[in-house]
C-alpha cells in the first residue's frame, strides 16, 4: 500500500516529516562542506533528524554515503509503504530468542527445570488474588538491550522493546501469541503504580541504628557488600525473606518455613511465633545465609521496622554485619529491596500460601531473576556482576594470605 502523502486528496505533509523541498536544500548544504549542526540551524530542525536523515536516506547503491534528494525521497516513501512485515515474524531466530527470554522455564542454579503453579490462560487479565504462571519473564527493554551483549556483530539481531510489546499485543502482527502476555512482569497491559506502606515504629529500634547513621558510602553503591532486605507476606502467615545486594542487585530469597505446631490449636497470645518469620527464625535464616559469603562481602544490612528483626543485635554478633532501620513509612529508603519485591510478585502474588515453595524452588526464582540482565548495570546479569565480586574477594583473601 503506498503511503497516503502520495494520494492527490492528501493532506499537506506534517512538520514531523521531511519535505522534498528540504531534502534539496540538505543536498545543497552538503555540498558546500556544511556540517550537522549548521544545516539543522539553517532549516530549522534538530540535529539528529539532520543525522538520521543522512544515515537512513543516502545513496548506497555505488557503495559510497552520497546524499541526494530524489534518492532520499524514494527511499523515504518506500520506508512509509504499509503493512510491513514484522521484523519478529520475517527472523524466526530473533522470534525464538525473544520467546525463550520471554517465556522461557524457571531453572535453579544446577539446570534444574521448575514449572511453578499451573495457571490456564483465560484471554484476559489475572486477578491479584491467584497463581501466576512461572517463566523467564525478562522485559522487553532487557531482551532488546541484551541482543547488543549477546550477537555484538550482528545487525539482524537487533529489536526495539516496543516492537516486542507490539507483537504480543497487536495479533495483526502474528508474530507471539496472546498469551505470552501472561510472562510479564504485571500480566496486565496497563501498568498501575500501586503506593506501599509499612507498619509504624518499633521499640527494638534505637536512634544510634536509624538509617540517618549509615556510613555514606552506602548511598552511592561503589562499596559493595551492604545489602537491603524486606519480608514478602502470603496467605496463612506465610512469608518469604528477601536480600538484594545494594551494588550488583543480586538477590537471596529466605525459605521461612512453618514451624512444628503451627496450626494445630488455637493461637495462643503472645505465645511463640510458629508462621515462620518470627524474629528468631528470620535471625537464623539470615545468619545461615550471610555468613557463608566473603567477609568484605556482607558489611551492612538495611531493613524496615518491622519486628521481625528485632534480634538484630544477635544478628550482629553472628554474622558482623551492621544493620540499619528505615524511618517509618519511608519504604523508598530501601527502593532496590522494593523494587525486587516488586518482580517477585510475578512468582508470589498475594493472597497465596508461600509456604507451599520449598527452598529449591525458591533458589530457582532467585536465579532467574539474577539472570536477567539490568539497565543500570549495562545490560549484565546480577550474577555476572556478583561473581566478579566473588572472584575479587577471593583473591584478595589471598594475596593478604
Known amino acids: 500500500m503506498a503511503p497516503k502523502i502520495l494520494a492527490p486528496s492528501s493532506k499537506p505533509l506534517s512538520e514531523r516529516y521531511l519535505s522534498f523541498a528540504e531534502r534539496e536544500e540538505i543536498a545543497l548544504l552538503r555540498t558546500q562542506g556544511c556540517g550537522v549542526r549548521e544545516t539543522a540551524r539553517r532549516l530549522g530542525r534538530n540535529a539528529s533528524t539532520i543525522s538520521r536523515e543522512l544515515r537512513r536516506n543516502a545513496a548506497t547503491r555505488g557503495g559510497g554515503l552520497e546524499y541526494r534528494a530524489t534518492t532520499a525521497q524514494w527511499h523515504a516513501e518506500r520506508a512509509a509503504r504499509r503493512p510491513k512485515r514484522a521484523k519478529l515474524v520475517a527472523n524466526p531466530v530473533l522470534r525464538k530468542y525473544v520467546q525463550d527470554r520471554l517465556a522461557g522455564e524457571v531453572a535453579?542454579?544446577?539446570?534444574a527445570a521448575f514449572c511453578g503453579p499451573v495457571v490456564p490462560w483465560k484471554g484476559r487479565r489475572h486477578g491479584p488474588r491467584q497463581h501466576r504462571r512461572w517463566a523467564r519473564a525478562w522485559s522487553p527493554e532487557q531482551i532488546s538491550q541484551r541482543l547488543r551483549l549477546d550477537f555484538p556483530?550482528?545487525?539482524?539481531?537487533?529489536i526495539s522493546h516496543e516492537a516486542i510489546y507490539q507483537a504480543l499485543y497487536v495479533q495483526g502482527r502474528g508474530a507471539l501469541r496472546r498469551e505470552l502476555t501472561a510472562c510479564l512482569r504485571t500480566g496486565r497491559a496497563l501498568r498501575v503504580p500501586r503506593a506501599r506502606s509499612r507498619g509504624r515504629g518499633q521499640s527494638h529500634v534505637?536512634?544510634?541504628i536509624m538509617i540517618s547513621k549509615r556510613p555514606a558510602e552506602v548511598a552511592d553503591r561503589a562499596v559493595p557488600g551492604h545489602w537491603e532486605g524486606d519480608l514478602i507476606l502470603g496467605l496463612g502467615s506465610s512469608a518469604i525473606g528477601t536480600l538484594v545486594e545494594r551494588t550488583t542487585r543480586f538477590?537471596?530469597?529466605l525459605h521461612l518455613p512453618r514451624m512444628p505446631g503451627h496450626g494445630d490449636g488455637d493461637r495462643v497470645k503472645n505465645g511463640p511465633a510458629l508462621a515462620g518469620h518470627g524474629a528468631e527464625a528470620v535471625r537464623s535464616a539470615i545468619t545461615r545465609t550471610i555468613a557463608s559469603l566473603p567477609q568484605q562481602l556482607r558489611r551492612s544490612l538495611t531493613w524496615d521496622q518491622g519486628t521481625e528483626l528485632s534480634q538484630h543485635a544477635q544478628?550482629?554478633?553472628d554474622t558482623g554485619v551492621q544493620v540499619y532501620f528505615c524511618d517509618p513509612h519511608s519504604p523508598w529508603q530501601r527502593g532496590t529491596n522494593e523494587n525486587t519485591n516488586?518482580?517477585?510478585?510475578q512468582y508470589f502474588p498475594k493472597g497465596t500460601d508461600l509456604s507451599t515453595h520449598s527452598a529449591a524452588a525458591l533458589a530457582a526464582v532467585a536465579a532467574t531473576l539474577n539472570s536477567r540482565p539490568r539497565k543500570t548495570l549495562g545490560w549484565r546479569t546480577p550474577a555476572e556482576?556478583?561473581?566478579e565480586l566473588l572472584r575479587s574477594a577471593h583473591t584478595g583473601v589471598a594475596t593478604t594470605t
Do not use: N, Q
Not at 108 to 111: A, H, K, N, R, S
Not at 153 to 158: A, K, P, Q, V, Y
Not at 342 to 345: A, H, M
Open 108 to 111: 535453579g542454579p544446577v539446570g
Open 153 to 158: 556483530g550482528d545487525e539482524t539481531m537487533r
Open 206 to 208: 534505637t536512634p544510634e
Open 251 to 253: 538477590t537471596i530469597l
Open 315 to 317: 544478628l550482629r554478633i
Open 342 to 345: 516488586g518482580l517477585l510478585r
Open 385 to 387: 556482576a556478583f561473581d
